[in-house]
Protein backbone atom coordinates (compact mmCIF):
# COMPACT_ATOMS: atom_id res chain seq x y z
CA UNK A 1 0.00 0.00 0.00
CA UNK A 2 2.93 2.46 0.86
CA UNK A 3 4.71 1.57 -2.10
CA UNK A 4 1.37 2.21 -4.20
CA UNK A 5 1.01 5.29 -2.38
CA UNK A 6 4.90 6.59 -3.37
CA UNK A 7 4.50 5.49 -7.13
CA UNK A 8 1.09 8.01 -7.33
CA UNK A 9 2.97 10.54 -5.90
CA UNK A 10 6.04 9.79 -8.06
CA UNK A 11 3.93 9.90 -11.52
CA UNK A 12 2.19 12.90 -10.25
CA UNK A 13 5.05 14.76 -9.39
CA UNK A 14 7.07 13.36 -12.93
CA UNK A 15 3.92 14.84 -14.61
CA UNK A 16 3.96 18.39 -12.89
CA UNK A 17 7.95 18.82 -13.67
CA UNK A 18 7.47 17.56 -17.38
CA UNK A 19 4.43 20.15 -17.79
CA UNK A 20 6.85 22.83 -16.11
CA UNK A 21 9.45 21.89 -18.56
CA UNK A 22 7.28 22.44 -21.53
CA UNK A 23 5.59 25.51 -20.30
CA UNK A 24 9.03 27.16 -19.11
CA UNK A 25 11.78 26.37 -21.30
CA UNK A 26 10.91 27.92 -24.31
CA UNK A 27 10.57 31.17 -21.96
CA UNK A 28 14.25 30.59 -21.06
CA UNK A 29 15.25 30.45 -24.81
CA UNK A 30 13.30 33.06 -25.76
CA UNK A 31 14.97 35.36 -22.94
CA UNK A 32 18.57 34.13 -23.57
CA UNK A 33 18.31 34.77 -27.23
CA UNK A 34 16.98 38.51 -26.65
CA UNK A 35 20.78 39.17 -25.89
CA UNK A 36 21.96 38.37 -29.12
CA UNK A 37 21.52 40.06 -32.56
CA UNK A 38 21.31 36.94 -34.42
CA UNK A 39 17.79 36.89 -37.14
CA UNK A 40 17.39 33.06 -35.71
CA UNK A 41 16.87 31.42 -32.33
CA UNK A 42 19.96 28.53 -31.89
CA UNK A 43 22.44 30.77 -33.52
CA UNK A 44 24.56 32.77 -30.71
CA UNK A 45 26.17 35.35 -32.27
CA UNK A 46 27.46 36.96 -29.04
CA UNK A 47 26.45 38.81 -25.53
CA UNK A 48 24.46 42.10 -26.96
CA UNK A 49 21.43 44.18 -26.14
CA UNK A 50 21.45 45.71 -29.61
CA UNK A 51 17.75 44.20 -30.17
CA UNK A 52 16.57 45.99 -26.93
CA UNK A 53 18.36 49.40 -28.35
CA UNK A 54 16.45 48.53 -32.05
CA UNK A 55 13.09 47.84 -30.16
CA UNK A 56 12.80 51.40 -27.98
CA UNK A 57 14.26 53.38 -31.17
CA UNK A 58 11.60 51.50 -33.42
CA UNK A 59 8.44 53.89 -33.06
CA UNK A 60 6.09 51.20 -34.35
CA UNK A 61 6.81 48.87 -31.68
CA UNK A 62 6.97 51.75 -29.12
CA UNK A 63 3.36 53.13 -30.80
CA UNK A 64 1.96 49.76 -29.57
CA UNK A 65 3.26 49.06 -26.47
CA UNK A 66 2.32 52.78 -25.28
CA UNK A 67 -1.33 52.06 -27.17
CA UNK A 68 -1.19 48.28 -25.16
CA UNK A 69 -0.28 49.99 -21.96
CA UNK A 70 -2.46 52.88 -21.90
CA UNK A 71 -5.95 50.52 -22.49
CA UNK A 72 -4.85 47.84 -20.39
CA UNK A 73 -3.95 50.44 -17.43
CA UNK A 74 -7.68 52.81 -18.08
CA UNK A 75 -9.58 49.27 -18.47
CA UNK A 76 -8.23 48.00 -15.49
CA UNK A 77 -8.90 50.86 -13.89
CA UNK A 78 -12.31 50.90 -14.77
CA UNK A 79 -13.05 46.95 -14.05
CA UNK A 80 -11.89 47.22 -10.74
CA UNK A 81 -13.75 49.97 -9.58
CA UNK A 82 -16.88 48.54 -11.42
CA UNK A 83 -16.28 45.13 -10.69
CA UNK A 84 -16.12 45.47 -6.96
CA UNK A 85 -18.74 47.28 -6.24
CA UNK A 86 -20.60 44.70 -8.61
CA UNK A 87 -19.31 41.81 -6.44
CA UNK A 88 -20.31 43.88 -3.42
CA UNK A 89 -24.01 44.18 -4.52
CA UNK A 90 -24.05 40.70 -5.88
CA UNK A 91 -22.74 39.04 -2.60
CA UNK A 92 -25.33 40.90 -0.61
CA UNK A 93 -28.59 39.67 -2.89
CA UNK A 94 -30.60 36.50 -1.90
CA UNK A 95 -29.67 33.11 -2.91
CA UNK A 96 -31.45 32.70 -6.28
CA UNK A 97 -30.56 36.34 -7.30
CA UNK A 98 -27.50 36.10 -6.55
CA UNK A 99 -26.65 32.70 -8.63
CA UNK A 100 -28.18 34.09 -11.46
CA UNK A 101 -25.91 37.19 -11.16
CA UNK A 102 -23.12 34.51 -10.70
CA UNK A 103 -23.71 32.73 -13.83
CA UNK A 104 -24.51 36.38 -15.81
CA UNK A 105 -21.20 37.87 -14.81
CA UNK A 106 -19.39 34.74 -16.03
CA UNK A 107 -20.49 34.33 -19.75
CA UNK A 108 -17.47 36.40 -21.16
CA UNK A 109 -14.80 34.29 -19.32
CA UNK A 110 -16.37 30.95 -20.66
CA UNK A 111 -17.65 32.12 -23.83
CA UNK A 112 -15.42 31.51 -27.46
CA UNK A 113 -13.33 35.04 -27.72
CA UNK A 114 -14.92 35.16 -31.45
CA UNK A 115 -18.04 35.54 -30.01
CA UNK A 116 -17.33 37.61 -28.28
CA UNK A 117 -15.33 39.79 -30.49
CA UNK A 118 -18.07 39.28 -33.30
CA UNK A 119 -20.84 41.00 -30.94
CA UNK A 120 -18.68 44.02 -30.07
CA UNK A 121 -18.27 44.48 -33.49
CA UNK A 122 -22.01 44.45 -34.36
CA UNK A 123 -22.71 46.30 -31.11
CA UNK A 124 -20.46 48.95 -32.24
CA UNK A 125 -21.50 49.34 -35.64
CA UNK A 126 -25.04 49.85 -34.58
CA UNK A 127 -23.86 52.22 -32.00
CA UNK A 128 -21.88 54.58 -34.30
CA UNK A 129 -21.20 57.38 -31.42
CA UNK A 130 -18.08 55.84 -30.29
CA UNK A 131 -15.67 55.60 -33.53
CA UNK A 132 -13.35 52.46 -33.59
CA UNK A 133 -9.87 52.91 -31.93
CA UNK A 134 -9.38 53.76 -28.06
CA UNK A 135 -13.35 54.54 -27.02
CA UNK A 136 -14.37 50.90 -27.91
CA UNK A 137 -11.11 48.98 -27.00
CA UNK A 138 -10.97 50.72 -23.68
CA UNK A 139 -15.29 49.47 -23.05
CA UNK A 140 -14.47 45.71 -24.73
CA UNK A 141 -11.35 45.54 -22.55
CA UNK A 142 -13.46 47.04 -19.16
CA UNK A 143 -16.47 44.63 -20.15
CA UNK A 144 -14.59 41.57 -20.26
CA UNK A 145 -12.46 42.07 -17.20
CA UNK A 146 -14.87 42.59 -14.62
CA UNK A 147 -15.34 39.12 -14.33
CA UNK A 148 -11.87 38.75 -13.02
CA UNK A 149 -12.50 41.60 -10.66
CA UNK A 150 -15.75 40.13 -9.47
CA UNK A 151 -13.82 36.67 -9.19
CA UNK A 152 -10.83 37.89 -7.06
CA UNK A 153 -12.73 40.30 -4.96
CA UNK A 154 -15.74 37.89 -3.87
CA UNK A 155 -13.38 36.07 -1.77
CA UNK A 156 -12.23 38.38 -0.07
CA UNK A 157 -15.98 39.52 0.79
CA UNK A 158 -16.78 36.06 2.10
CA UNK A 159 -13.86 36.45 4.91
CA UNK A 160 -15.54 39.55 6.29
CA UNK A 161 -17.28 40.17 9.56
CA UNK A 162 -20.96 40.40 7.83
CA UNK A 163 -21.97 42.57 10.56
CA UNK A 164 -19.21 45.13 9.78
CA UNK A 165 -21.40 47.42 7.38
CA UNK A 166 -24.66 47.32 9.77
CA UNK A 167 -22.16 48.64 12.79
CA UNK A 168 -21.02 51.09 10.27
CA UNK A 169 -24.53 52.77 9.44
CA UNK A 170 -25.04 51.91 13.64
CA UNK A 171 -22.59 54.24 14.25
CA UNK A 172 -24.20 57.21 12.21
CA UNK A 173 -22.01 56.52 9.02
CA UNK A 174 -24.22 57.18 5.80
CA UNK A 175 -24.07 54.02 3.54
CA UNK A 176 -21.53 55.62 0.42
CA UNK A 177 -19.41 56.81 3.51
CA UNK A 178 -19.19 53.53 5.28
CA UNK A 179 -18.72 51.60 2.04
CA UNK A 180 -15.43 53.71 1.12
CA UNK A 181 -13.82 53.74 4.70
CA UNK A 182 -15.26 50.80 5.78
CA UNK A 183 -15.84 47.98 3.76
CA UNK A 184 -13.28 48.92 0.60
CA UNK A 185 -10.24 48.72 2.61
CA UNK A 186 -10.39 45.62 3.76
CA UNK A 187 -11.48 44.57 -0.26
CA UNK A 188 -7.75 45.86 -1.18
CA UNK A 189 -5.54 42.44 -1.60
CA UNK A 190 -8.54 41.20 -3.88
CA UNK A 191 -8.55 44.63 -6.03
CA UNK A 192 -5.15 44.46 -6.57
CA UNK A 193 -5.48 40.70 -8.05
CA UNK A 194 -8.52 41.40 -10.12
CA UNK A 195 -5.94 44.60 -11.67
CA UNK A 196 -3.43 42.41 -11.96
CA UNK A 197 -5.49 39.69 -14.08
CA UNK A 198 -7.14 42.45 -15.55
CA UNK A 199 -4.00 44.19 -16.91
CA UNK A 200 -2.40 41.34 -18.32
CA UNK A 201 -5.86 39.93 -19.94
CA UNK A 202 -5.91 43.13 -21.48
CA UNK A 203 -2.73 43.49 -22.54
CA UNK A 204 -2.27 40.47 -25.02
CA UNK A 205 -5.94 40.11 -25.88
CA UNK A 206 -5.91 39.73 -29.27
CA UNK A 207 -8.90 38.09 -30.96
CA UNK A 208 -11.32 40.85 -29.40
CA UNK A 209 -8.87 43.94 -30.16
CA UNK A 210 -8.43 42.43 -34.10
CA UNK A 211 -12.41 42.95 -34.20
CA UNK A 212 -12.87 46.15 -33.26
CA UNK A 213 -8.98 48.25 -33.05
CA UNK A 214 -9.77 50.65 -36.05
CA UNK A 215 -6.27 52.04 -36.84
CA UNK A 216 -4.74 51.64 -33.22
CA UNK A 217 -2.24 48.72 -32.88
CA UNK A 218 -1.57 47.43 -29.89
CA UNK A 219 1.04 44.66 -28.96
CA UNK A 220 -0.95 41.69 -30.26
CA UNK A 221 -2.19 43.10 -33.63
CA UNK A 222 1.09 44.36 -34.42
CA UNK A 223 2.91 41.31 -33.89
CA UNK A 224 0.57 39.52 -35.94
CA UNK A 225 0.73 42.24 -39.03
CA UNK A 226 4.32 41.79 -39.02
CA UNK A 227 4.74 38.61 -38.66
CA UNK A 228 2.40 37.83 -41.39
CA UNK A 229 4.69 40.04 -43.72
CA UNK A 230 8.25 40.19 -42.14
CA UNK A 231 8.29 37.19 -40.29
CA UNK A 232 9.89 37.22 -36.95
CA UNK A 233 11.83 40.20 -36.24
CA UNK A 234 14.79 39.63 -33.39
CA UNK A 235 13.50 42.76 -32.16
CA UNK A 236 10.24 40.85 -30.76
CA UNK A 237 11.89 39.11 -28.91
CA UNK A 238 13.00 41.58 -26.38
CA UNK A 239 9.84 43.31 -26.63
CA UNK A 240 8.52 39.92 -25.29
CA UNK A 241 11.08 39.86 -22.61
CA UNK A 242 10.13 42.91 -21.58
CA UNK A 243 6.43 42.39 -21.53
CA UNK A 244 7.59 38.96 -19.64
CA UNK A 245 9.36 41.04 -16.51
CA UNK A 246 6.65 43.64 -16.12
CA UNK A 247 4.41 41.13 -15.63
CA UNK A 248 6.67 39.07 -13.05
CA UNK A 249 7.19 42.67 -11.44
CA UNK A 250 3.24 42.90 -11.17
CA UNK A 251 2.83 39.67 -9.83
CA UNK A 252 5.81 39.73 -7.14
CA UNK A 253 4.61 42.76 -5.85
CA UNK A 254 1.10 41.86 -5.32
CA UNK A 255 2.38 38.54 -3.72
CA UNK A 256 5.22 40.84 -1.38
CA UNK A 257 1.64 42.82 -0.69
CA UNK A 258 -0.92 39.95 0.21
CA UNK A 259 2.37 38.36 2.20
CA UNK A 260 2.59 42.26 4.08
CA UNK A 261 -0.84 42.69 5.11
CA UNK A 262 -1.21 39.03 6.13
CA UNK A 263 1.76 39.82 8.38
CA UNK A 264 -0.08 42.94 9.75
CA UNK A 265 -3.16 41.30 10.33
CA UNK A 266 -1.80 38.32 12.27
CA UNK A 267 0.08 40.58 14.72
CA UNK A 268 -2.46 42.39 15.73
Known amino acids: MIRHEKLKKVIALTF????????YVP??????????????????????????????EDPEIMGALTNSV???????????????????????LRKAPKVYMDTVSQITMVNADIVTGIAFMLFFLII???????????????????????????PRLTQLNPNLYEAGLDLGSPPIKTMLTVILPQ???????????????????????????????????????????KGVQPELRAMSTVILLAIMLILVFINVYNKIKKNKTTSR
Open 27 to 56: IIILIIYSFTESRTIGNWTGFSVQLYINMF
Open 187 to 229: LIPGMIAGFALSFTLSLDDFVITKFINGDVDTISTYLYTKIKV
Open 70 to 92: IIALASSLLATAIGTFSAVGIYH
Open 16 to 23: VYITLILM
Open 128 to 154: KVIPDGFGTLIIAHTIICIPYVIMSVT
